[in-house]
Structure formats: structure tokens, C-alpha cells
């Protein structure tokens, strides 16, 4: 079973559309992320959720909302796309109780092309 | 901001080992060195990380000099697969997750057969 699954893998959008990208993980973490790599490659964290609580909230346009239903899953809904918003978007998970805790697992990741 | 500095890009024939080394001269006391990497089209996958000994797991040899300013991941025997983005972090071991991780460029490792 994969560890931490995001749909979808791919998606194509105009400008101006709202989508959303799922993220679960099956790792029994209670810490989930949000990244975006852009095109020139920069991995840069955009949230972190612990036990459905905001815990790291980077400079991120407010068109971007995530979501936490419970600790196992953390989506993330993007309003009004815009061009810059074509990245590849990493959901990642850790547990708090490994010392040393930055130990991320990441998803396989998902490339939003926006026309 | 990157609180190390990675050579862009290295060379390492199959089946040698590869070195890959990282200074972090500003490193604080509770930080640890963190090393993650990225195989072409693949999500980032975490390899080893160490405080002030040197580690070893199944994947790499971590190295941290005494003074911890600098460290060197060591892949054993490297294979083609090896070939990726390798990035060397330091960060807190912070408990409540609330720790960015900042990945910068990274070294680019080309293991060559």
C-alpha cells in the first residue's frame, strides 16, 4: 500500500478554475504537509497540519485553502488559478513522536497545469 | 533560508562509493543534519539523518565533523538508480512538526557505468 497517496497525479485547468488536490496517509502520522516545486525546481513548504490543526501557514496566497478532515487526510483547494500557479504539488507526512523529527515520507506528487 | 552550501552537481562511477558533502558552519546546537533526495519525477525521499555522531543505515553513512560545521553522506556502492538530487538539511528535531525544512538546489549526482 502506497504511504502517502495524492490524486490526482496529473491535472490540465484553464485560468480562472478552482480545483482541489487529495492527500492520504496510511502511516498513522499526525503531522501532514503541503510543497510546491515550481519550475525551476525549488521545493518550498506551503502548510503544515498537526492532528488537524494549522501549525505552519508560509506566505501563500489566500486562494489557496487546505483542509483537514481528520489527521489522516489534507487536501488543498486552489481558487481562481492562475498561471503561476503550474508547479508540482508534494504532500508529505512525519510523526511527532520520532525524535528527530523532520523525517518526512512525501507522496509521488501532483503536476497542475494551468492554461 | 539555506543554511548550507552543496557543490551543484557530481560525478561518481557505478558501483564506487559516493561522497556528497555539505557545510552548515552556522548550525545551532539543537539542529540536526538532515539529508533527503529526489529521483527524477519522484517525490523527495528521506535517506538518514544525525545530530553529532556519524550514522548508518541500510541506505548511507552519514559523516558529522566534531565541530559539526560540515558533514558527508556516503552511498557505499552507488547504481545508476542512485542518480538524483540529493539535499542536505539542518533543522530542529522539533516534536510538533512546526519546522520548515528548507530544501535549496542541492547536489545533482550522476553515478556514470
Known amino acids: 500500500d502506497t504511504a502517502v497517496s495524492q490524486t490526482p497525479k496529473y491535472l490540465v485547468t484553464q485560468m480562472g478554475n478552482d480545483k482541489s488536490i487529495k492527500c492520504e496517509q496510511n502511516?498513522?502520522?499526525?503531522?501532514m504537509y503541503w510543497y510546491k516545486q515550481d519550475s525551476k525546481k525549488f521545493l518550498k513548504i506551503m502548510f503544515s497540519?498537526?492532528?488537524?490543526?494549522?501549525?505552519i501557514n508560509e506566505t501563500v496566497p489566500n486562494r489557496f485553502s487546505p483542509k483537514s478532515p481528520d489527521k489522516a487526510h489534507l487536501n488543498l483547494h486552489i481558487n481562481s488559478l492562475e498561471l503561476g500557479d503550474s508547479a508540482v504539488y508534494f504532500c508529505?507526512?512525519?510523526?511527532?513522536?520520532?525524535?528527530?523529527?523532520?523525517?518526512?515520507?512525501f507522496g509521488a506528487g501532483s503536476r497542475l497545469t494551468v492554461l | 533560508d539555506a543554511k548550507t552550501t552543496q557543490p551543484p552537481s557530481m560525478d561518481c562511477a557505478e558501483g564506487r562509493a559516493a561522497n556528497l558533502p555539505c557545510n552548515h558552519s552556522?548550525?545551532?546546537?539543537?539542529?540536526?543534519v538532515y539529508w533527503y533526495r529526489q529521483i527524477h519525477s519522484q517525490g523527495p525521499q528521506y535517506i538518514i539523518h544525525?545530530?553529532?555522531n556519524n550514522e548508518t543505515n541500510e541506505m548511507a553513512s552519514l559523516i558529522i565533523t566534531e565541530d559539526r560545521k560540515s558533514s558527508t553522506l556516503i552511498l557505499p556502492h552507488a547504481t545508476l538508480r542512485d542518480t538524483a538530487v540529493y539535499y542536505c538539511?539542518?533543522?530542529?528535531?522539533?516534536?510538533?512538526?512546526?519546522?520548515?525544512?528548507?530544501f535549496g538546489t542541492g547536489t545533482r549526482l550522476t553515478v556514470i557505468p
Open positions: 502511516l498513522g502520522h499526525d503531522t
Open positions: 508529505a507526512s512525519s510523526s511527532r513522536t520520532f525524535v528527530g523529527a523532520n523525517v518526512l515520507t
Open positions: 538539511i539542518v533543522s530542529p528535531g522539533d516534536q510538533t512538526g512546526a519546522n520548515n525544512l528548507f
Open positions: 552556522t548550525i545551532s546546537g539543537n539542529e540536526y
Open positions: 544525525g545530530l553529532k
Open positions: 497540519y498537526n492532528n488537524k490543526e494549522l501549525i
